[in-house]
């Protein structure tokens, strides 16, 4: 097995605690040794949330160093952009286009504004690999918001940024998750991979939307 080094970036109450542990469960099925590592700032008030997964890296130390992240998957594009300068040469991006916005910020203080998630998006596609989608407005739309860090993790192991297939992740919350979110989650797996297309921030031709 190829090892990976993996992180997830994000805010307080996306879930990326989970994803995380989902991803580490994985692993560990597979025959992974593995090695994790979380930093949680207020997470109740939105505040800073990143996960260091090291698969088969662990002997290294668990945060994973500078130039050396095979995987980011940013759950906010800021909190993404935050963790640049960890990517390797040949890294993948999995973004979030959806903006969360500081809780000091007023109608008269535009700082982060989609023109800034453009530019996060633009640096991230010129020097790696990225997949882009609205992954709120994707879990919206299937009726759940709490489901995008399930969609999140679906569309890496579907795109081949995770060492995992897809049919592993659905038997890792087949067999993991608490039976009364189990049903909604594989039903979240299985909209977000048929809608993909749909959400997309790079369409074919290499166009940024958002």
């Known amino acids: 097995m190829k090892k990976c080094d993996i992180i997830i970036s994000g805010v307080g109450g996306q879930g990326i605690v989970l994803a995380s542990r989902l991803i580490a469960t ?7 040794k593995i090695s994790t590592a979380e930093t949680i700032g207020m997470s109740q008030r939105g505040g800073s949330v990143v996960s260091n997964l090291r698969l088969d890296s662990y002997r290294k130390g668990s945060l994973i160093p500078k130039g050396q992240a095979n995987v980011i998957i940013g759950f906010e594009p ?5 963790y640049n300068e960890y990517l390797n040469k040949d890294a993948k991006v999995l973004l979030n286009s959806n903006p969360i916005y500081s809780s000091s910020k007023t109608p ?34 299937f009726g759940n918001l709490k489901t995008m860090n399930i969609m999140m993790i679906a ?16 038997n890792t919350i087949k067999e993991e998750m608490p039976s009364k979110i ?22 074919s031709n290499n166009v940024i939307k958002i």
Request: glycine share 2%; with cysteine.
């Open 26 to 32: 994985m692993a560990l099925r597979k025959g992974y």
């Open 78 to 82: 800021a909190e993404a952009y935050r």
């Open 108 to 141: 008269e203080n535009e700082i982060y504004s989609k023109k800034e998630v453009i530019k996060i998006m633009e640096l991230f596609d010129k020097n790696n690999t990225l997949t882009s989608c609205n992954f709120n407005k994707m879990a919206l739309e």
């Open 155 to 170: 569309i890496a192991c579907f795109n081949n940024y995770l060492p995992f297939s897809v049919n592993e992740l659905n």
């Open 182 to 203: 189990k049903d909604i989650n594989l039903k979240a797996v299985e909209f977000a991979i048929n809608n993909f297309e749909k959400y997309a921030n790079i369409n």
